[in-house]
């Protein structure tokens, strides 16, 4: 059975820096073609894809946020961290963390239930 | 920065068909994939590599492509397909960084 769980603060202060953990189960990040990806989707919006790590370590970023966003993986803890430099409170969103399978190709087929941050002062 | 267009809402009566479209200059070589989302919950992945439909997910969804664009299609929609849609492909230029839609809000009559 394939889990996901997103944890981190529910409220960062303007310019601050957020980090983001996607803790997961039932599958393994060191296994050839799995992906995690963080999704955001501030209130009443579309959702925003952000960045993407794979089983080998490649890392991709969207455009727009690449010079503040970082991704990581703890392979032995079943991590993927995310951090977001600079938050600004357009950033308020609810962040979620979703696993693909680049080689079967099958989508973002298992979601975690997702996080709101709140950026506020 | 690549994007794909939805049409912002379909509205449609039950037991009728409803078809969602999604526009993208890269969809001719990148497959597509819907999720459904409900208020307050995560989205689901309906549609894979543009027609595929994930196991649990009812007949009624189906997913197709033409050119530039890919359209979801719910026959005989039922009340509990009320939800927002939204496709999702990956951008060809080079980086094939994923990248939503624009989402289509679907309400039954």
Known sequence: QVTLRESGPALVKPTQTLTLTCTFSGFSLSTSGMCVSWIRQPPGKALEWLARIDWDDDKYYSTSLKTRLTISKDTSKNQVVLTMTNMDPVDTATYYCARSDVEQQLGLDYWGQGTLVTVSS | ?109
């Open chain 2, 1 to 109: 920065s690549y994007e794909l267009t939805q049409p912002p809402s379909v509205s449609v009566s039950p037991g009728q068909t409803a078809r969602i479209t999604c526009s993208g200059d890269a969809l001719p070589k990148q497959y597509a994939y819907w999720y459904q989302q409900k208020p307050g919950q995560a989205p689901v992945l309906v549609i894979y590599k543009d027609s595929e439909r994930p196991s649990g997910i009812p007949e009624r969804f189906s997913g197709s492509s033409s050119g530039t664009t890919v359209t979801l299609t719910i026959s005989g929609v039922q009340a509990e397909d009320e939800a927002d849609y939204y496709c999702q492909s990956a951008d060809s230029s080079g980086t094939y960084n994923y990248v939503f839609g624009t989402g289509t809000k679907v309400t039954v009559l």
